[in-house]
């Protein structure tokens, strides 16, 4: 079993590559972005606390997607490994997620960094907006929000498993299938 990380600012192409990733390697691809988004489209007393939070490019409590993860895992007992998307965001979520995988006997292979250039994150999330109906693109100030956010509260998780030797940089510019090449040689050599 190999657990991956896939990490980057918003609009870096984390649920993009996750897509590629956990087919070709059949991990279960568990995105807290998406779980949130579940909660609040199906009208959920999570969904409404979180919605606001979420439409403001801010992040919700660690309790609330520690747990979110927790119970997925334990949902998902004869999995070959998981890609943990948008997780953990912070140092909390970091050692919280460690010790849930501590657990199974099963640690984090690698964090992948996706490295991609600030105007071109912005460009891809308003570039999305245009179809995709989230609240948190449509707003070049919440996008800036969002990467404000992720420098300030997110990076320094990537330091955390740089210290631990689990880390990996991949450049995140560029085609998606030129991306997936380059993760897919590093995923290789942890599988
Ligand atoms: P989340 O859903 O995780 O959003 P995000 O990190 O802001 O990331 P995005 O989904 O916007 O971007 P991505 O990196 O996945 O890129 P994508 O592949 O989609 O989180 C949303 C919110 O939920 C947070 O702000 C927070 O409020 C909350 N939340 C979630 N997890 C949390 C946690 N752990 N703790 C606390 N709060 C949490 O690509 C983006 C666009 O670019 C797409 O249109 C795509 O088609 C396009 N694209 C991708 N790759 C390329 C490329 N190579 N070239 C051109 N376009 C590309």
């Given at each position: 079993m190999a657990n ?13 590559q996750?897509?590629l990733?956990?087919?070709?390697y059949n ?9 949130l988004?579940?909660e ?16 403001k490019?801010?992040l ?20 070959s ?10 140092v ?23 490295e991609v250039e ?14 995709s ?5 449509m707003d ?10 992720y420098?300030?509260?997110t990076?320094?998780v990537a ?11 991949v450049?995140?510019m ?18």
């Amino acid at each position: 079993m190999a657990n991956f990380l896939i990490f980057g600012p918003p609009g870096s192409g984390k649920g993009t590559q996750s897509e590629l990733l956990s087919e070709k390697y059949n991990l279960v691809h568990l995105s807290t972005g998406d779980m949130l988004r579940e909660e609040i489209a199906s009208v959920t007393s999570l969904g409404q606390r979180v919605e606001s939070i979420m439409s403001k490019g801010e992040l919700v409590p660690d309790e609330v997607v520690i747990e979110m993860i927790g119970s997925r895992i334990e949902a998902n007992t004869g999995a070959s490994g998981f890609l943990f998307d948008g997780f953990p965001r912070t140092v909390e979520q970091a050692i919280a997620l460690d010790e849930m995988l501590a657990q199974k006997s099963t640690p984090v292979a690698t964090m992948l960094v996706l490295e991609v250039e600030h105007d071109e994150l912005v460009k891809r999330l308003l570039k999305r907006a245009e179809v995709s109906g989230r609240t948190d693109d449509m707003d070049t100030d919440i996008i800036k929000n969002r990467i404000a956010v992720y420098s300030e509260k997110t990076a320094p998780v990537a330091s955390y498993y740089n210290n631990k030797g689990t880390f990996d940089s991949v450049p995140g510019m560029g085609d998606i299938s030129d991306i997936f090449a380059r993760l897919c040689k590093v995923v290789d050599k942890y599988i």
